[in-house]
């Protein structure tokens, strides 16, 4: 089946700093790729999504391309608030959702 | 409206106890999940209903009983669990079983 790797963390960043977070995915097809966010004491919200190569998902200031090539789908973010901080999940579809660890990610004023 | 809900919000509940977590959405999704997330880690899926019948178990022990009364509802009972069991249970639905799957806020549960 599928599997997804991603960066764990925990990333520390300052407001108005770049963020990226790394994420690659096995698969034997080309599998719909998401990112999902988790901020504290809630459930998971889909953040974006890309379900064919070269697709570019994109919400809320954050941006991820699928990448064949590299069987990659990193998450950017040009400039983070401290509203960002939360968890970061990378998700691949195959005939269920397969989640990375996790990434915790915290915005410092 | 994307949005899924989920009651209670917090359960505690001897190992003796029997008790049930309850879904809806009204997004007329056809697919709903049951997912359970220990702290720090990703969700793991337990079940997954598409039009309205079992068609995932993640071999999930049989102290955790899901139902799906009609398209909108979705039910886990629960009986005799274990400390291990407590966690946050997750819902989801998705269009079909192919689409996005949108989650709700979950249950944080401790079993005593």
């Known amino acids: 089946g599928n599997s997804v790797t991603q960066m764990e963390g925990p990333v520390t960043l300052s407001e108005e700093a770049f963020l990226t977070i790394n994420c690659t995915y096995t698969?034997?097809?080309?599998?719909?790729l998401f990112w999902y966010v988790q901020y504290p004491g809630e459930g998971l919200q889909l953040l974006l999504k890309a379900t064919k190569a070269d697709d570019k998902g994109s919400n809320k200031g954050f941006e991820a391309t699928y990448r064949k090539e590299t069987t990659s789908f990193h998450l950017e973010k040009g400039s983070v608030q401290v509203s960002d901080s939360a968890v970061y999940f990378c998700a691949s579809y195959d005939y269920k959702l397969s989640f990375g660890a996790g990434t915790t990610v915290t915005v410092r004023a | 409206d994307t949005e899924v809900t989920q009651t209670p919000k917090h359960l505690v509940m001897g190992m003796t106890n029997k008790k049930s977590l309850k879904c809806e959405q009204h997004m007329g999704h056809r697919a709903m999940y049951w997912y359970k997330q220990k702290a720090k880690k990703p969700p793991e899926l337990m079940f997954v209903y598409s039009y309205e019948k079992l068609s995932i178990n993640e071999s999930v022990p049989s102290r955790f009983s899901p139902e799906c009364p009609n398209s909108s509802l979705l039910n886990l009972h629960l009986h005799a669990l274990q400390p291990e069991d407590s966690a946050l249970y997750l819902c989801?639905?998705?269009?079909?079983?192919?689409?996005?799957?949108?989650f709700g806020p979950g249950t944080r549960l401790t079993v005593t």
């Open positions: 989801a639905s998705s269009q079909d079983n192919t689409y996005e799957q949108y």
């Open positions: 698969a034997t097809g080309y599998p719909s």
